[in-house]
């Protein structure tokens, strides 16, 4: 079994640079006095459609170009961000991606996505949006990115950490939220590596 390293996430961090913004960090002063330590935000609400997940999708449709695997459709599965990163990276290589989402999801990101050029599709429950995404998954061509347990998500995902590293120096803690774990993944490598 191969783990991922620095490199991978380094690798990454150069192949998404053109396609994601370099978010800013930023810190509080009044939470600092309130806490008592220094505590910095990395700001990827300022990322490419409003999140971190840009980085995960522009890297995983880069690595597959990279290595000479050009789908001819992209599909995802996901009720909000991952959905936009998705739409956001395939228009980026101009590859056609359909997006599958629980009609649930906000009405705001189902029309990002299709802002960005995805087909997007509806579906009754999650449940129906996770079978969909896995049966059109095995069309010839098409590629599917999913949102957090892929090796190139989570090393684009891990820009964040290299990037917030990079520019405070050493740090006494890292905290990052967990959902899937795709973020939480790259950070916890990015941090070992650098700190």
Same mark, same amino acid.
């Given at each position: 079994? +191969?783990?991922?390293?620095? !490199? ?7 192949? %998404? ?35 971190y997940k840009a980085r995960g ?11 000479? %695997? #050009?789908?001819?459709? %992209? ?10 990163? #998705? ?7 101009? %590859? ?34 996770? !079978? ?33 590293? +990079? !520019?405070?120096? !050493?740090?006494?803690? #890292? ?21």
């Open positions: 079994m +191969n783990y991922l390293t620095i !490199e991978d996430i380094l690798k990454a961090n150069h192949r %998404i640079a053109h396609l994601v913004n370099k978010t800013p960090i930023l810190t509080s002063s009044l939470l600092n006095r309130w806490l008592g330590h220094e505590i910095f935000f990395k700001a990827e609400n300022f990322q490419k459609i409003g999140a999708a522009c890297n995983t449709i880069a690595w597959l170009l990279e290595n000479k %695997i #050009v789908p001819k459709h %992209i599909v995802a599965n996901s009720s909000g961000n991952h959905a936009q990163a #998705v739409a956001y990276a395939a228009s980026q290589f101009g %590859i056609p991606s359909t997006i599958f989402m629980p009609a649930y999801s906000s009405k705001i990101k189902a029309q990002a996505s299709a802002a960005y050029g995805a087909n997007v599709v509806l579906c009754e429950t999650r449940a129906i949006t996770d !079978e969909k995404v896995k049966h059109a998954a095995g069309q010839d061509g098409t590629y599917w990115i999913p949102p957090f347990n892929h090796d190139q998500v989570i090393s684009g995902q891990g820009t964040v950490a290299l990037e917030s590293i +990079n !520019e405070l120096g !050493e740090v006494d803690a #890292v905290f990052a939220p967990c959902g899937g774990g795709g973020l939480l993944s790259g950070t916890l490598i990015a941090t070992r590596a650098l700190s």
